[in-house]
């Protein structure tokens, strides 16, 4: 059953040294309030999961918190390059990163069949690919058609963390909008984190809204303005220009050290302005 | 150049490849101002769908990335991801798919994984794969979009990351690979098909001011010249208006990069 805690008492209790994380949120409810608290709290050596590790996972890998990267697409959005990611893999900052690379359509997948307690899920997909063969990808035939196709590995994160727009007081979890892959990444985990915008008396039923009952969520923590430069829909918009300007922050490691003092560890109050 | 930029030549030519009433997967950057340029002008029923499975999705403003909040709220339907992935374009559902390359080679494999010969310790990292290697195999045709330069047109992709006709002829079949593969490849200088036999780029389109000795100087393999290479007429101040009034909407320091 739901636990609704602060933000930094409910990482402390699910996100541990040496873990595999997903924070799920395909460009919307990105959960950076609560990447920033793993940040403060000094995280290291995690297995960070994510189809497009973005603004959040750069931050993260250039604040030293990961030893793997675990990922689909790892690109600014219609900006560029993630400097720190970039610099991790070609240069070792802050320390050497390992990659383990798949496509959208495979990572999706992957988390359907750790949703669904399956070890493996099967696509029509990477033939032909430098992917192909890669760990967690394999050949299989069909056993009804022979047909060749694709098997991908569950992912079973340690943890999950999502954003959404509500909870209410007993901890049921409602969001909507572009709703991506957070289902199947929260069912997937053992353990998860659902940062929320507000808490609400009722849940009033919101079109293609995705409602995950208290009892299938950890932890659940106020947030407000928490997916910040990403959004909630009906809450925040989208922070273009930010991501527009995290390209120099990210681009230059004194920048992205400055911005990490000011913005991370200064103080929590940081969390009101980005 | 005479009133248009190289890239506005390209986004008009590929708004132009795409017809009315089609189902178009669409990447951001130039995909994007693409399809949404023939979707304000000659193709007002294209379906927009987006990886972050907005489908139908009716901008008045051009998104940043592919999640923005313009698309969700203008769509017919938003379903998850794994839902667009499995449910829309793996049963070949759409049409068409629009793709960008680091690298591409003669037999339209792309490229947007790593430079360099060594996967582990790669010259340059690129941002992978996303939806593309999927998008390649199962959209009805492919669309590829990219400046073009000697280093990026070369004869064998360091990474094959979407396959586009593999090692030539039969290799989508024997791969398994339901669509047809890239039909068109639209750079900065004209426009390239496919040989139905070899299978092997062509060019078949040059924009104004450009010769067939531009492109192959900037062409990493033995280039190949249809033998009905046609010019490509410079775009209609009308059609450029409307793509300049769409790329106006993105923020300011992105316009240039987004047109890229």
Redesign the interface.
Same mark, same amino acid.
């Given at each position: 059953m739901a636990l609704i805690v602060s933000l930094p008492e409910a990482i402390a209790a699910a996100v541990r040294d040496g873990d595999t994380v997903a924070m799920e949120g395909?460009?919307?409810l990105i959960p950076h309030a609560a990447g920033r608290e793993v940040i403060r709290q000094g995280r290291r050596d995690l297995t960070l999961v994510r189809?497009?590790p973005d603004v959040i996972y750069d931050q993260l890998i250039g604040a030293g918190c990961a030893r793997k990267l675990v990922?689909?697409?790892?690109?600014n959005? @219609?900006?560029?390059?993630?400097h720190r990611?970039?610099d991790a893999?070609?240069h070792s900052w802050p320390g050497p990163l390992e990659l383990e690379?798949?496509?959208?359509?495979g990572m999706?997948?992957r988390?359907?069949a750790g949703a669904s307690g399956l070890p493996f899920a099967v696509?029509? @997909? &990477?033939?032909?690919?430098?992917?192909a063969g890669h760990p967690g990808i394999a050949e299989i035939v069909c056993p009804f058609t022979g047909?060749?196709?694709t098997a991908v590995a569950a992912l079973r994160p340690d943890v999950t963390v999502i954003h959404a727009q509500r909870a209410d007081r007993a901890g049921n979890v409602q969001y909507w909008?572009?709703?991506?892959?957070q289902?199947?990444a929260v069912l997937a985990a053992a353990r998860s984190v659902v940062t929320v915008e507000e808490i609400v008396d009722v849940l009033d039923p919101r079109p @293609?809204a995705v409602v995950l009952p208290a009892w299938a969520v950890g932890y659940v923590a106020l947030a407000p303005g928490g997916a910040h430069p990403s959004?909630a829909?009906g809450y925040s918009?989208?922070d273009?220009?930010l &991501?527009?300007?995290w390209d120099a922050i990210s681009r230059d490691r004194a920048a992205f050290g400055r911005w990490l003092d000011e913005h991370v560890y200064a103080s929590e109050r940081a969390e009101k302005t980005l | 150049m005479n009133g248009y930029t190289a890239d506005e030549i390209m986004t008009v030519t590929a708004s132009r490849a795409l017809r009315d009433g089609m189902t178009c997967f669409v990447g951001i950057d130039l995909p994007s101002a693409a399809a949404n340029l023939a979707r304000a002008t000659h193709a007002p029923n294209l379906v927009l769908i987006y990886e972050s499975g907005t489908i139908g999705a009716k901008p008045g403003s051009l998104p940043l990335s592919i999640g923005d909040a313009v698309l969700a709220e203008t769509a017919d339907a938003v379903v998850s991801v794994p839902e667009i992935f499995n449910y829309w374009l793996q049963p070949g559902r759409i049409d068409v798919g629009f793709l960008g390359a680091a690298q591409i080679d003669k037999f339209a494999n792309i490229n947007t994984t790593v430079i360099g010969a060594d996967y582990a310790e790669p010259k340059v990292r690129l941002p992978g794969a996303g939806g593309a290697p999927e998008i390649a195999a199962s959209c009805g045709e492919v669309i590829v979009i990219t400046r073009q330069t000697r280093r990026k047109f070369v004869e064998r992709v360091d990474f094959v990351t979407s396959v586009g006709f593999g090692d030539g002829p039969g290799s989508r079949k024997y791969l398994g690979l339901t669509g047809a593969g890239p039909q068109k490849v639209i750079t900065d200088l004209g426009v390239f098909e496919p040989d139905p036999v070899t299978c092997e780029l062509v060019l078949t389109g040059v924009y104004p001011g450009v010769d067939v000795a531009d492109v192959s100087e900037q062409t990493g393999w033995e280039l190949r010249v249809s033998a009905d290479l046609q010019p490509i007429p410079p775009p209609p101040e009308s059609e450029l208006a409307v793509l300049r009034d769409l790329l106006a909407t993105l923020p300011k320091a992105d316009r240039e990069g987004a047109a890229r």
């Open positions: 395909f460009t919307h189809m497009t990922f689909s697409w790892g690109g959005p @219609g900006v560029g390059s993630l990611f970039r893999v070609e690379e798949h496509s959208h359509a999706a997948n988390y359907v696509l029509r @997909g &990477y033939s032909g690919t430098g992917l047909e060749r196709l909008g572009i709703t991506g892959v289902k199947e @293609g959004y829909l918009v989208r273009n220009d &991501y527009v300007a | -």
